[in-house]
């Protein structure tokens, strides 16, 4: 497209969800509603690991306006789970953390639901609990699976007692390495469990009609895996099972896996009516999938001219009682702990390991805020020994164009250094410590964009108007805007000619789903792929019916143009529906993998990454002296977008992650005392206000990448990556105080510098 | 596809919706709720034809629990139709018959809203008014419409006064023929208004967004058709509607046009809440789209051997108040007049008539009973006054292959002679009169398959099972499930394989609607060329994995085949998820319009005919010599359908048409009195019940047709336009009495034995 001036890709347009969210009409999962619905609630367990012993629920069924009681010996007994099958329904006779859920309930109110809930009793038989994921790693640990070889699981994931996945990237020699090196740095770090923080609570109705189907409309981020799962759960042909997605408020990764959906199926399915099931802050703190807390240690060597030259590293990941997500998410640490950096040799390994605490899950760039904390912290640690400035160190380390990456492929469209040099002159890099207290401090990362296939239908009907129907959810981030602004710009239509339909799993093609910053990069280029095909379609027609030479038919701003014959889209789009069907396509895209080295990766979901991405944020922040309160001034992040299709929700994107960052690194974590969550509420658990935000400026670089619509690069996961880092660094050169665990809460900042002033 | 034996297509198969709805459990339009709505009631006129003075809704909007309440003043004067634009929402100051909308209505409770439509004040100022077709076009009459002459029309219609369009077919030299005839023949029959019927009322919920779009879950058959029509009423772009039809209990051409859906859209826009409106019985009798009253006059002139030489006819239809689809019923019964009989000379005239009654529709086979009527009776009067048997005088004339039809057309796959035969031989013609007080008679004719076009997507998902995304809903017919028997036997999958979405504007293909007998044979042709990209899309995918030759790659029995490679198709659907979007195809279809002479026709919408369809009917019944009651023993129809996709639900379609078509002869009427129904609800409306029917023994005769899935051919409508003559054929054998008007009622048998016993 050089040269040519875009008309509404690339435009600051106002996103097609915007007035329904904005005024409270958009109807949210949350929201949605059938008549003659029941209401369905969870017994979660109370104790962190112990076996059923009893469990009685006459009292419960007894109560008026409870229609359905179930427990595990309702229902088969199906194990289902992501990496490993290794969760029910129902608690399977042991219960593995506090809050898993051991039966339900529904009922004509919540209230009767609720009382049912405490009506059923229970009693345990304690067993031996593990909640230190260092701890499970020893020979005399519990076992949280007693059964765990039993258990399906992806073939790739090396298993063995606690350990739900082992992975390792590598390449080199890094003894060698080491041995060569000027200096040897190592360092522990730790990061802690964090909630996703979406706005709207997970939620499902599920309604099954006379054929045995049901059909589940909730707030899931994947439609068509919560197909497969719920079909898996639920014991029937994926065929049976309908999803569909009214709206969502807000996912953040949090939002991938079934959560209340499996529930509400069994319930309604019983009680033969719609049940509908949400959850409170109380559940969404013990039993959802939050980021994993992990331990990551990290010991690298440098040459005397401050070059890397060995790295090895482990990320030790917490997944809780269920595997989930965990394995992989472990396994890319590697890459985040490896980038942007040239190492020539690395040996890092992955270790995911079960405790008696809830589950776990993909929260916004999974593992990158955890691996990204340790190496960008530790690359301020080693410069500062050097005496080297830190973006120097950087800079003179970071990846360049047709480097190799960690896995051996190939890097293209590499643009770590602008982002670097961008970051550190807006916030005045020169000038590191402009006052006592206060101090500057920079991270820069790598962040790859999802692949999996995307399809869209596209309609252009007789009014010119242009329906697109995607698989594809719109979380909230505008992503579906986007798509849709490039669909336009293909078209030559205008943003506001085009609708886009919710999402059901029965009339949407497939789409791999909103995750891993892909949406408006793969839905974009399945739109793409349409719009050529319509633009074919148009060319036939009217050749047809111009008697001209296609070539000679073109489009432009809502005609359809050849020599001096014009007819209006609309016009052509009635004609071919009087002619043969309309207007109608279908494009499809999907992402290449890279090449890479196999003998660089082992037991690794996710060897290579596609359409990778940088960025690097730099921060400018006082701490209070005597409290330790951080006071954030500024905050810049320079990100290579490849294109920003819609620079306004790429600029809120950016600022959202920076917020989930500033709460991951000052504030959340949910907080376990021998396996119980000791702030299992929104008010001790806590989440950044718009008080507690500083501007954030967003500088969008845009070098094109390979294979992104017009270059465009994935942009909604890597804004939450550096901040733990940037303002670690920002921290220690402000207060003098360097905090390698998360949350860094002002009572460590305070606390550290008591125990320095002592020494 | 011949010589291939059909392992799903033709197969009696059990229905897709069918367990849904023996069960209960199928959502159709009239269950559909929303939390929160409100109900919707209409204030309709008491007055055939009248000014309004006063209308004041003061004390119907001050009644706790109303929330809307709507006349002409408070939205914009816009005139909608399907013909003529002759329409408004609600009465433009003049009410044109009794039962028309004035006000609307919407409250919490559906009794309050019922209260407020009492509570509205209005005063009437009587206006001369007009209830006789043939009154009407004198040039005294009162006109229906004053301002005719300023309403928007199609430019197709002649229009003038209280007529709202003439149409004109012929050939030949009328005026010769009769001078060259044996005899000469003029009769004269009049036919009634006959409500559809439909189990399930007209029902519609709408809900209106923040971005000012509205979706209307309703019942109609023409999704599509709808949109356009609720766009025009809301004066809003089409694009801002979005229609879904949950499921609907039957249509019979009755829910074609905006019934209840204009009125839940104007209240739910104005009360900002979801409004549900529904009829009654009372209001399906007054304001509903029965079929129309018609008086046919009909002049054959014959050889001395039995061959008709020349036919002149014309065709009174009464619109009632508005024209809607009058104009064209009206012309398109002039097809059936002329047809299924050779005649050199034809001159035949439609008139479409104003009167002030309640406005009227396109029923199943619009036109067909009323001028089948007409002609068949004729043929028995003609028969029996020239002593041929009135099979060989029909025979003796019927078309053959390769004819011209009246507008010139060259008929194909012509069958009538078989179908004829088969229907005398099956009811045992040789013996016309096996009793006293008992007889036989015969009717046939031809029809045609409603052309328009059709789009599906069709994907095939990684469990092997396929889904059917069409824009034309299921009526109750079965035709869905033809064309997804299609879409099986095309896909090598079984019925069961096939899952259908419910259609939705937004997110299904454009499909023309589910009329005129076109579902199955046009949605069946979109799946065929649906999967035959898939098939290729199939290859192309298996040709580059296996490196075989695209050609040696086939589908057979739910595997893809190459030499000894094979893969399941879920397999290969899964493979193409993860290497390219799945396999997705869109497919589209349209049926091509006969060449025709176009002096034959003058002002006619539709001056030739598709796809046509030839059948017979044949009835042996006894008639009460005293109180001139109908018992009809057996019935017996002939149908061509080209190819038998499911025959079960053809036989349903026959059976269901029969019915219908008993009910028109024996005893449907909605009765006026100056323009008041009599009759206005179901149990002074007399349907005949299940024990009013005779078994109807189908036999399915297949000649392929050209353009049809297989060599199928609109089978939904045909079934209901022989009854009538058939019956009066077979009455007048029996009890020696010809009834010309419609419904032949017992009293008006017994009156005309009492009147010519008299003589």
Redesign the interface.
């Known amino acids: 497209m050089s040269g040519y001036q875009h008309r509404v890709a690339g435009k600051r347009l106002n996103r097609?969800d915007g007035?329904?969210?904005?005024?409270?009409?958009?109807?949210y999962a949350a929201d949605f509603?059938?008549?003659g619905m029941l209401f369905g609630k969870i017994l979660r367990s109370s104790e962190p690991h112990a076996r059923i012993r009893r469990l009685d629920v006459a009292k419960a069924r007894a109560l008026p306006g409870v229609r359905t009681v179930l427990t595990a010996s309702d229902i088969p007994a199906i194990r289902f789970g992501t990496a490993i099958k290794d969760r029910s329904v129902f608690a399977d006779g042991v219960v593995r953390f506090r809050g898993e859920a051991i039966a339900a309930v529904a009922a004509t109110s919540l209230e009767i639901a609720e009382a049912a809930v405490r009506a059923i009793e229970i009693e345990y038989e304690p067993l031996p609990a593990v909640f230190d994921p260092e701890e499970a790693l020893t020979s005399g640990a519990p076992l949280v699976h007693a059964g765990w070889s039993d258990y399906q699981a992806l073939p790739v994931f090396d298993r063995e007692g606690n350990v739900s996945g082992r992975a390792e990237l590598g390449g080199g020699d890094v003894e060698a390495g080491f041995a060569q090196s000027y200096r040897i740095y190592e360092h522990r770090f730790t990061t802690q469990h964090v909630h996703p923080g979406y706005t709207e609570p997970r939620s499902a109705i599920a309604s099954?009609?006379?054929?045995?189907?049901v059909i589940v409309w909730c707030n899931t981020q994947l439609p068509f895996d919560m197909k497969n799962m719920l079909?898996e759960v639920l014991d029937l042909?994926?065929?049976k099972v309908r999803v569909i997605v009214p709206g969502i408020g807000g996912g953040f990764g949090g939002k991938l896996r079934v959560g209340v959906e499996h529930f509400a199926a069994w319930l309604a399915r019983a009680s033969k009516r719609p049940v509908k099931v949400m959850t409170t802050s109380e559940e969404e703190l013990t039993d959802a999938y939050p980021r994993q807390p992990t331990i990551v240690t990290l010991r690298t060597g440098v040459s005397r001219d401050g070059l890397l030259l060995a790295r090895q590293g482990r990320v030790l990941l917490d997944c809780g009682a269920y595997a989930n997500s965990g394995p992989a998410t472990a396994a890319i640490a590697l890459q985040v702990l490896a980038g942007p950096y040239r190492t020539p040799h690395l040996a890092f390994e992955s270790v995911a390991v079960y405790t008696n605490k809830g589950s776990t899950g993909s929260f916004r760039a999974p593992a990158g805020p955890m691996a990204n904390f340790a190496v960008e912290s530790q690359m301020d640690l080693i410069a500062d020994n050097l005496g080297i400035d830190p973006l120097e160190f950087r800079l003179r380390n970071v990846y360049r164009e047709g480097d190799k990456g960690p896995a051996g492929e190939t890097l293209t469209s590499v643009s770590i250094e602008e982002c670097l040099r961008k970051a550190a002159d807006a916030i005045g890099w020169h000038d590191r410590r402009p006052a006592h207290g206060r101090g500057k401090g920079i991270a820069c990362s790598w962040w790859l964009t999802t692949g999996g296939?995307?399809?869209v239908?596209v309609?252009i009907?007789?009014?010119g108007?242009v329906?697109l129907?995607s698989g594809a959810v719109e979380l909230g981030s505008g992503a579906i805007t986007g798509a849709a602004q490039i669909l336009a710009e293909e078209l030559g239509v205008d943003l506001a000619?085009v609708?886009v339909?919710?999402v059901?799993t029965?009339?949407?093609?497939?789409d791999y789903g909103a995750q891993g910053s892909r949406t408006a990069f793969s839905v974009g280029n399945?739109c793409i792929a349409a719009a050529k095909d319509l633009r074919r379609q148009i060319g036939e027609l009217m050749a047809a019916q111009w008697q001209v030479p296609i070539d000679s038919v073109r489009l432009e701003e809502k005609s359809v143009i050849s020599g001096d014959k014009r007819m209006s889209l609309a016009e052509v789009a009635s004609l071919s529906?009087?002619?043969?069907?309309?207007l109608?396509?279908?494009g499809?895209?999907?992402q290449p993998m890279p090449v890479f080295d196999p003998s660089k990766v082992k037991n690794h979901p996710l060897p290579a990454w596609t359409s990778h991405s940088f960025h690097a944020h730099a921060v400018d922040l006082s701490v209070d002296q005597v409290t330790g309160e951080v006071s954030i001034h500024r905050y810049v992040v320079a990100q290579d977008v490849g294109y920003a299709i819609n620079p306004t929700y790429i600029e809120g994107q950016i600022e959202g992650g920076v917020a989930q960052g500033i709460g991951q690194t000052l504030s959340e974590e949910i907080v376990y005392d021998q396996g119980r969550v000791m702030n299992a509420n929104l008010t001790d658990y806590k989440m950044p206000t718009t008080m507690d935000m500083p501007r954030v400026e967003c500088i969008l670089v845009e070098k094109p990448g390979v294979n992104g619509p017009y270059g465009a690069k994935g942009v909604g996961e890597p804004p939450c990556i550096q901040p733990p880092a940037a303002i670690a660094n920002a921290i220690a050169v402000a207060s003098g105080v360097r905090v390698c665990s998360l949350p860094i809460t002002a009572e460590k900042i305070a606390l550290e510098r008591l125990d320095r002033a002592a020494d």
Chains 1, 2 share one sequence.
């Not at 007035?19 to 109807?27: R, Y």
């Not at 099954?208 to 189907?213: A, L, S």
């Not at 529906?577 to 309309?582: M, N, Y």
């Open positions: 097609l007035i329904g969210k904005v005024t409270g009409k958009h109807v509603a059938l008549p099954w009609d006379g054929n045995g189907d079909a042909p994926a065929s296939s995307s399809g239908y309609k009907n007789p009014d108007s329906t129907v000619d609708n339909a919710e059901d029965h009339s949407s093609p497939y399945a529906q009087r002619s043969g069907g309309g109608i396509s279908h499809t895209a999907i």
